[in-house]
């Protein structure tokens, strides 16, 4: 039974394999914001038809970036039913696989030692994290403000993490997503609360701690993470934490 938690009015937070995935409702129809793993697929059809709804009701899907364990679901729906994917502008390239920005295996071998990282790659090698995924056709926002998708999202650049890294945030709620961005718990990290992801999963450690700039201005008091629980505070008070702890 896949948990879903309406944070917002019309504003679904579901789980993947220690990742997010968020569903946006206007009506009958949906907007999926991230997708999992590859393996999720399972567990997000769930969530949305634990909603009363199928992944044919999505208009369209955005990707906060092009990291595997966001894409799952994603890729699939997208190929089982043609619903458009978007991303920033920048990120495209990425969802198309022309390139990747991500970290790989090896890059964990110097890690095994350490907090949480063996059982953490075990679960997600069981969830399709070493398949090779793209969406060849990937778009990019057709416009920067609200976009013409149910919740009207509005995209946040913060570009860092990855080098097209996209925020979502719904104005009329006073609610981010902030996918990578920032983060409110991994299991990698001891620390709960809002942080940064460690350093070996973010392409550009110094810009994505310049891109909580750009978060920290929104009017936004529900903060909906790409990994870890959403939490309700103000969105400059959770920048502040996970600059604090990024020190
Ligand atoms: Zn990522």
Redesign the pocket.
């Given at each position: 039974m896949t948990t879903v938690e309406e944070v917002a009015p019309d504003v679904f937070l579901a789980a993947g394999t220690d990742v997010n995935v968020v569903i946006l409702r206007d009506g009958d129809a949906l907007t999926l914001i991230d997708g999992g793993y590859p393996g999720d697929v399972g567990a997000v059809e769930g969530a949305i038809r634990s909603l009363g709804r199928a992944p044919e009701d999505m208009q369209g899907m955005l990707l906060t970036?092009a990291?595997i364990?966001?894409m799952g679901a994603i890729a699939a729906f997208h190929e089982r039913y043609g619903i458009p994917v978007f991303t920033d502008p920048t990120e495209v390239a990425h969802a198309r696989r022309d390139y990747l920005e991500q970290a790989t295996g090896k890059d964990f071998i110097p890690m095994l030692h350490k907090y949480g990282v063996l059982p953490w790659l075990l679960r997600i090698a069981r969830v399709g994290a070493t398949r090779s995924l793209s969406v060849g056709d990937a778009q990019a926002f057709a416009s920067s403000g609200p976009l013409d998708l149910p919740g009207a999202p509005v995209p946040v650049a913060t570009h860092g993490?990855?080098s097209g890294h996209s925020a979502y945030h719904l104005p009329q709620h006073g609610v981010v997503i902030t996918g990578?961005a920032l983060v409110t718990a991994h299991p990698l990290s001891k620390v709960r609360g809002p942080q940064l992801l460690p350093k070996v999963?973010d392409h550009g450690k110094q810009d994505t701690v310049s891109a909580l700039d750009h978060l920290a201005v929104l009017d936004a008091e529900t903060v909906v993470p790409?990994h870890g629980p959403a939490v309700f505070m103000p969105i400059a008070v959770a920048v502040e934490q996970a600059r604090e702890r990024s020190r």
């Amino acid at each position: 039974m896949t948990t879903v938690e309406e944070v917002a009015p019309d504003v679904f937070l579901a789980a993947g394999t220690d990742v997010n995935v968020v569903i946006l409702r206007d009506g009958d129809a949906l907007t999926l914001i991230d997708g999992g793993y590859p393996g999720d697929v399972g567990a997000v059809e769930g969530a949305i038809r634990s909603l009363g709804r199928a992944p044919e009701d999505m208009q369209g899907m955005l990707l906060t970036h092009a990291h595997i364990d966001h894409m799952g679901a994603i890729a699939a729906f997208h190929e089982r039913y043609g619903i458009p994917v978007f991303t920033d502008p920048t990120e495209v390239a990425h969802a198309r696989r022309d390139y990747l920005e991500q970290a790989t295996g090896k890059d964990f071998i110097p890690m095994l030692h350490k907090y949480g990282v063996l059982p953490w790659l075990l679960r997600i090698a069981r969830v399709g994290a070493t398949r090779s995924l793209s969406v060849g056709d990937a778009q990019a926002f057709a416009s920067s403000g609200p976009l013409d998708l149910p919740g009207a999202p509005v995209p946040v650049a913060t570009h860092g993490h990855t080098s097209g890294h996209s925020a979502y945030h719904l104005p009329q709620h006073g609610v981010v997503i902030t996918g990578d961005a920032l983060v409110t718990a991994h299991p990698l990290s001891k620390v709960r609360g809002p942080q940064l992801l460690p350093k070996v999963f973010d392409h550009g450690k110094q810009d994505t701690v310049s891109a909580l700039d750009h978060l920290a201005v929104l009017d936004a008091e529900t903060v909906v993470p790409g990994h870890g629980p959403a939490v309700f505070m103000p969105i400059a008070v959770a920048v502040e934490q996970a600059r604090e702890r990024s020190r």
